[in-house]
């Protein structure tokens, strides 16, 4: 059991250990959905700074694929300000350009550096200049959901768009009970991960369904000989 045990734990010390921003997003059919709950940190996570996105894919025609998003700033208390001023990621397969880009939030289209050692991103939505952020615009605490779209255009007919290195900035971040006031942060998704003694249990039952395979087939070779 003690072996069993410590397997487990090495399975979910290796599960951990595999970053958020890693998480991939696959869309492939028109009507293609998924919504995605971020977190916040500047130098430490920063509890209550919290952003929900939901991607659409709404149509793919030609070497297009047209996207529709839908973003609200979840931040809540002990956070008391937040904006989300820009937001993006990477794209498989490589895109050729942006085109029909709607919102009145984030109406720049841009690519480049995101701060805190994320990864660059080829493709953001932003109220500023860049993927780093800044400028006075974005969605504030208790503002309305912010909404848009934007068309994808290839080189060839994608058959499935992937999204990844996702990411949101935040700016004019407070926190007083966290010592926060003013700041600037990031966020990258929040996947969820079962309980750890959820993942003990499924893994003892493959262990215990392994040994019981084995004493099956020595019990099988036994009558054969």
């Known amino acids: 059991m003690k072996t069993k045990l410590a397997m487990a734990a090495a399975a979910l010390t290796l599960l951990a ?18 919504v995605i709950n971020f977190n916040g940190y500047e130098d430490f996570n920063i509890t209550g700074l919290s952003t929900q996105i939901t991607y659409t894919l709404t ?34 397969p490589n895109f050729t350009s942006v085109s029909n880009v709607t919102g009145a939030v984030y109406p720049t289209v841009s690519s480049g550096n995101v701060p805190n050692a994320l990864p660059n991103v080829e493709f953001c939505l932003t109220s500023g200049n860049n993927c780093s952020g800044g400028a006075n615009g974005g969605v504030f605490l208790n503002d309305p959901n912010a909404t848009g779209s934007f068309k994808l255009n290839f080189g060839s007919q994608p058959t499935t768009v992937t999204l990844s290195d996702l990411y949101v900035r935040y700016q004019a971040v407070t926190s007083p009970s966290q010592g926060v006031s003013g700041s600037s942060a990031v966020g990258i998704p929040v996947i969820g991960v079962p309980e750890p003694t959820t993942w ?26």
């Not at 047209?66 to 794209?91: C, E, K």
């Not at 003990?200 to 000989?225: C, I, K, N, P």
């Open 200 to 225: 003990a249990m499924m893994l003892t039952g493959f262990f215990g369904m392994g040994s019981v395979l084995r004493s099956q087939r020595r019990r099988r070779a036994m009558t054969v000989a």
């Open 59 to 92: 149509g793919f025609s030609g070497n297009s694929a047209t996207f529709s998003y839908v973003l609200d700033n979840t931040s809540t208390a002990p956070v008391t300000a937040a904006r989300v001023t820009t937001f993006g990621f990477n794209i498989d």
């Open 17 to 34: 250990s595999i970053p958020a921003s890693a998480a991939t997003y696959i869309f492939d059919s028109v009507g293609d959905s998924s």
